[in-house]
């Protein structure tokens, strides 16, 4: 079974708008940490946002929020006020303490178009 | 500016050819991680190492190989490279395995085509 998993191969927003990127997740372990990352068109990789299993709260960072269901084992990002720069590959990802010995494994991503 | 460099940023190769992709980071972070991305797909981790001395297998370690022998250094070395190893590499490292966030800190990645 995969660890991560992502079902939108692809998605698109209107500019301004607000754009939701669902994220499943797979694991045994009780301490993990989720974690979504950025890869524009350049190709580098940039981290966004990370949630640990133990917050209580949802992650916030400026306009990222992820949204952390942890019954469901879901862990979306959420953009709002999507802007034409957010156009990107966007990934989740998920780092096992326990199982994987901290490693990190990745879904296959999301391809964000936002639109003017 | 503080980070991780890798090296080259592209290079086409001949199948049967031996190859080395080198990372450097200056963060003195223990975990380093190599992971190769396929067009399309997300990352797949490759090797991995915890600290300076030990390495381990990812998910798809065959045909690879690396070493650790200082903190800052984690080459990446395909001993004869087959088409099926064309790929963007990505070297990656984060605080100590296990603790903090585990936020990896990526380079730029290496473009790699075998012919």
């Known amino acids: 079974a995969q660890k991560i998993t992502q079902t939108q191969p692809g998605m698109f927003v209107q500019e301004k708008e607000a754009v939701t990127l669902d994220c499943t997740y797979d694991?045994?372990?009780?301490?993990?940490?989720l974690f979504w990352y950025k890869q524009p068109s350049s190709g580098e990789m940039i981290f966004l946002i990370y949630?640990?299993?133990?917050?209580?709260q949802n992650a916030t960072e400026g306009r990222y929020s992820l949204n952390f269901q942890k019954a469901r084992k879901s862990a979306n990002l959420v953009i709002s006020a999507s802007q034409l720069g957010d156009s990107a590959m966007y990934f989740c990802?998920?780092?096992?303490?326990?199982?994987?010995?901290?490693?990190?494994?990745f879904g296959d991503g999301t391809t964000l178009t936002v639109k003017p | 500016i503080a980070g991780i460099t890798q090296a080259p940023t592209s290079q086409i190769l001949a199948a049967g050819r031996r190859m080395t992709l080198r990372c450097t980071q200056d963060?003195?972070?223990?975990?380093m991680y190599w992971y190769r991305q396929d067009l399309g797909l997300g990352l797949r981790l490759i090797h991995y190492?915890?600290?300076?001395?030990?390495?381990g297998k990812g998910e798809v370690p065959d045909g690879y190989s690396v070493s650790r022998a200082n903190t800052d250094d984690f080459p990446l070395t395909l001993a004869s490279a087959v088409p099926s190893q064309t790929s963007v590499y990505f070297c990656?490292?984060?605080?100590?395995?296990?603790?903090?966030?585990?936020?990896?800190?990526f380079g730029e990645g290496s473009r790699l085509t075998v012919l």
């Open positions: 990656a490292s984060s605080e100590e395995a296990g603790e903090g966030t585990g936020e990896l800190f």
């Open positions: 694991t045994s372990d009780q301490s993990y940490g």
């Open positions: 949630q640990g299993s133990y917050d209580e």
């Open positions: 990802a998920m780092r096992e303490i326990d199982t994987n010995a901290g490693k990190s494994t």
């Open positions: 963060m003195r972070h223990n975990a």
């Open positions: 190492s915890n600290t300076a001395g030990t390495t």
